[in-house]
C-alpha cells in the first residue's frame, strides 16, 4: 500500500502528459518548426520587458503568501528570507508538479531552521494554498461575471447563464469565508495542529494579495501574444485560470502539455504557432530561469547548514 501511494501521483502525472501529448500532436499536426520559430522571434523586445515584469509581479505575489502566512501564525522573519524561500519553493513546485508536497519539503528545512515547529510548518503551507485557491477562486468568478461567453470556450453546450451563476455562487462563497473572519470562528484542530481562522486584517490582504501571483502569470502569456486575433487581458486570464487549475490537478511536471492543450484549444482564433510561442516564453520566464536560480539556492543553503553542522559538531 505503501508502495502504491509512492508511485499513485507520479504515473497519474505520466498519464496526463502522454493524454496532452498525444491531443496536440493531432492539433497541430499542420505546424512546421519554421512556423513557429518565426512566431518566437516575431515577439517585441517591449513585449519581452512586459512579460519579465509580469513574471516579478507574480513572484513577489507569492512571497506576500509566506508572508501572511507568517503574520497569521505570529512569526517574524526578515523579508529577504521569506522571499527566497518563497521563490525556492515555487520554482520547484511548478516544475516538479505534487506542488503541496514538494513545497512543504523546502518550506520545512527552511523555516524550522528559524524556530517554527512542524506543526507551524504545516499551518504556513496550509494558509498558502488556501491563498492561492482563494485567488483562483476570486479572479474565476470576475471572468465569469465580465465575460460569461468565456465558457463557450471549454463546452460549446453549456448555457451563458451557468457562468453567471457561477460567478455570483463563488463570490458569495468568498463573502463567507470573509464573514466567518469577522465573526471570529472556532479554530480547526487536528491531532497535529490547530488551525485558527484569520483575523479580519489578515483575511483582507488575502483578498487583495491573492490574485495577484496569478494576474501576473497570466500577464506574462498575454503580453507575449501578438495583438492580431488576441481575445483580451480578460479572456486570457481565464483560459489561464482553467489550464493552470488543470496542470495542477493533473500533477503532470510543469503542466507539460496540459496548459498547451487547453490554450490551444480555447484560442481557435489565433494562429497555434503564436499560441505556443507565446506559452514557450511562460515556460521560460516562469518555470526554466527560476528553477535554475532555485537549485542554485538549494545548493548554498545546503552546503551553509552542513558548514554550521561540522563547525558545532568539531566545537
Wanted: charged share 10%.
Amino acid at each position: 500500500m505503501k508502495r502504491l501511494r509512492t508511485y499513485f501521483w507520479p504515473v497519474v502525472g505520466l498519464a496526463a502528459i502522454l493524454f496532452s501529448v498525444n491531443a496536440l500532436y493531432h492539433e497541430l499536426r499542420g505546424l512546421s518548426l519554421d512556423e513557429f520559430v518565426a512566431s518566437f522571434q516575431a515577439i517585441s523586445f517591449t513585449s519581452w520587458l512586459l512579460a519579465v515584469g509580469s513574471t516579478l509581479i507574480a513572484y513577489a505575489a507569492l512571497a506576500a503568501y509566506d508572508k501572511l502566512a507568517l503574520d497569521h501564525l505570529g512569526h517574524r522573519i526578515s523579508l529577504w528570507y521569506i522571499t527566497i524561500c518563497s521563490f525556492t519553493t515555487y520554482a520547484l513546485s511548478h516544475n516538479l508538479g505534487a506542488s503541496v508536497f514538494s513545497g512543504a519539503v523546502v518550506r520545512y528545512r527552511a523555516y524550522r531552521s528559524k524556530g517554527l515547529t512542524p506543526g507551524e510548518v504545516g499551518v504556513l503551507v496550509a494558509f498558502c494554498s488556501f491563498t492561492f485557491t482563494l485567488g483562483t477562486l476570486m479572479l474565476s468568478a470576475i471572468v465569469l461575471l465580465a465575460r460569461p461567453e468565456i465558457i463557450e470556450r471549454f463546452a460549446e453546450v453549456l448555457p451563458i447563464e451557468m457562468s453567471l451563476t457561477t460567478g455570483v455562487f463563488i463570490l458569495a462563497l468568498i463573502a463567507l469565508y470573509v464573514l466567518g473572519s469577522l465573526v471570529g470562528l472556532r479554530p480547526l484542530r487536528t491531532r497535529w495542529f490547530q488551525l485558527h481562522y484569520p483575523r479580519p486584517s489578515i483575511a483582507l490582504k488575502q483578498l487583495i494579495i491573492a490574485p495577484l501571483e496569478l494576474l501576473g502569470a497570466a500577464g506574462i502569456i498575454y503580453f507575449a501574444l501578438p495583438a492580431a486575433g488576441n481575445p483580451g487581458y480578460i479572456v486570457v486570464l481565464g483560459i489561464f485560470l482553467a489550464s493552470f487549475s488543470a496542470a495542477l490537478l493533473s500533477h503532470a511536471p510543469g503542466g507539460l502539455g496540459v496548459l498547451e492543450l487547453v490554450f490551444i484549444a480555447a484560442l481557435p482564433e489565433m494562429d497555434p504557432a503564436d499560441v505556443l510561442a507565446a506559452l514557450a516564453i511562460f515556460r521560460l520566464l516562469y518555470l526554466l530561469v527560476p528553477f535554475v536560480m532555485a537549485l542554485i539556492v538549494i545548493f548554498v543553503f545546503e552546503h551553509s547548514r552542513f558548514l554550521e553542522q561540522r563547525s558545532a559538531n568539531e566545537s
